[in-house]
């Protein structure tokens, strides 16, 4: 199959739709600044985590996953020890499971009411406060599955207001069997939200150790 291919700039273009989804794709749930949703998780306990560096690639976050238990075969590790920046430090990356209740309507007018979504946690919010209300409900409720949360997200000027929601409600359990597509994230499905092909990893370190050396205060905030 070709990659090239011809074009007649007489010729209009169709406009992607912004809301394109396929039931197959993996989403990440995001909150605007000021924003509210209501989210529906289902993780019955507590969710997997991963061992990750997050970066800004001059376009978007990307986060590398840490190949190793103990790092030691990691390129990010290696970057660290090396330029002794902090933001090398690999962080735990919590992923839970939920609905995302706001819906949306498709470019052929389909309304799309909910989406599963991948919901992450940084550690420092999952150890600040999160685990603490997930920990009061599950207690309580049995389990989380099936719990609906109210969620929202501080103004920009609010001290590091979390993309994830830094105020969660609980408001009621709900019964999934009026839902669909309700199954937790399979391995595959979380680790499709990072950089885990060795190589690519190895090119992304390279690039930031020289990003580092060149500049490093620039280093620092890029």
Not at 22 to 49: H, M, Q, T
Request: glycine content about 4%; aromatic content about 10%; hydrophobic content about 35%.
């Amino acid at each position: 199959m070709a990659l090239l291919k011809s074009v007649n700039l007489n010729d209009e273009p169709e406009i992607p739709d912004s809301k394109s989804f396929r039931e197959d794709e993996v989403w990440v749930f995001s909150l605007k600044y000021e924003e509210e949703a209501n989210v529906i998780l289902l993780n019955d306990k507590g969710p997997p985590c991963v061992d990750a560096v997050e970066i800004w690639d001059g376009k978007k976050q990307i986060r590398c996953a840490v190949l190793a238990s103990d790092g030691k075969d990691c390129p990010f590790t290696n970057l660290l020890e090396d330029t002794g920046n902090k933001k090398f430090r690999p962080k735990k990356f919590y992923v839970f499971t939920c609905l995302d209740l706001r819906g949306f309507t498709r470019k052929n007018g389909e309304t799309v009411p909910y989406t599963r979504k991948a919901l992450l946690v940084k550690e420092h919010m999952y150890a600040k406060w999160f685990r603490k209300r997930l920990v009061k409900t599950q207690d309580k409720q049995g389990t989380l599955r099936g719990s609906k949360w109210e969620v929202g997200r501080g103004p920009d000027m609010t001290p590091s207001p979390a993309s994830c929601g830094d105020s969660w409600d609980f408001e009621e359990m709900v019964d999934l069997s009026e839902y669909t597509n309700t199954e937790v994230l399979t391995e595959e499905e979380i680790l499709s939200l990072f950089v885990t092909d060795p190589d690519r990893l190895a090119r992304i370190a390279k690039e930031q150790k020289e990003l580092a050396n060149a500049s490093p205060a620039t280093a620092a905030k890029y």
